[in-house]
């Protein structure tokens, strides 16, 4: 079954550089029409989305934080790896990675990470 | 950018109700509209994808509707598990909003 993990430090320091890895299970970036994004959640807030990979490499950024993030696959360790740089306490948030449906186009998430907080704290 | 705007904010409602939720994109977006429902400490989860089309064990109360840039996502008779925030993204283009929530909540 499909499964996916998110793993990185719970606390970071304003102006350090955040590294998050979802590890997953149940498909394969070595499959056509593999896509995976992460999407955070501030406390209280709505769901945003952060960056797209898909399984040719194609990546894909939030026009307001593609300046700071840079997304990543590891095929052979079924890993998608997104850095922030610059890391605000208005980053504060749960970082969730979700697998998309593929149809035409990377579409609907249909399986979600349990999500991991991370704090942003002097 | 494409943005999403959802309506109501917030909903407060009594099981049983028939309750409607509404999601206008700032452009055409033809079909590309999903909908999620998310509990407090869980991620969300599809309900309905493609506008219309019921994600499989998502029970046939929720429905949802529109094309173009006009979106609703309808409960037909409220279900007391059924109070959660509810989203809709786009999968047209990049970068792929959210709508803003709606939260559900028991009167």
């Known amino acids: 079954q499909v499964t996916l993990r998110e793993s990185g430090p719970a606390l970071a320091k304003p102006t350090q550089t955040l590294t998050l890895t979802c590890t997953f299970s149940?498909?394969?970036?070595?499959?056509?029409?593999?896509?995976v994004s992460w999407v955070r959640q501030p406390p209280g807030k709505s769901l945003e989305w952060l960056a797209l990979?898909?399984?040719?490499?194609?990546?894909y950024y939030s026009t307001s934080l593609k300046t700071r993030l840079t997304i990543s696959k590891d095929t052979s360790k079924n890993q998608v790896v997104l850095t922030m740089t610059n890391m605000d306490p208005v980053d504060t948030a749960t970082y969730y990675c979700?697998?998309?449906?593929?149809?035409?186009?990377?579409?609907?998430?249909?399986?979600w990470g349990q999500g991991t907080l991370v704090t942003v704290s002097s | 950018d494409i943005q999403m705007t959802q309506s109501p904010s917030s909903l407060s409602a009594s099981v049983g109700d028939r309750v409607t939720i509404t999601c206008r994109a700032s452009?055409?977006?033809?079909?590309?509209l999903n909908w999620y429902q998310q509990k407090p400490g869980k991620a969300p989860e599809v309900l309905i994808y493609?506008?219309?089309k019921l994600q499989t064990g998502v029970p046939s109360r929720f429905s949802g509707s529109g094309s173009g840039t006009d979106f609703t996502l309808t409960i037909s008779s409220l279900q007391p598990e059924d109070f959660a925030t509810y989203y809709c993204?786009?999968?047209?283009?990049?970068?792929?909003?959210f709508g803003q929530g709606t939260k559900m909540e028991i009167k």
């Open positions: 149940g498909f394969s970036f070595s499959t056509s029409g593999v896509c």
């Open positions: 993204q786009q999968s047209y283009r990049s970068p792929y909003s």
């Open positions: 979700a697998r998309h449906r593929y149809r035409s186009g990377c579409q609907e998430f249909d399986y």
């Open positions: 452009q055409s977006i033809y079909n590309y």
């Open positions: 990979i898909d399984w040719d490499d194609g990546k």
């Open positions: 493609a506008a219309s």
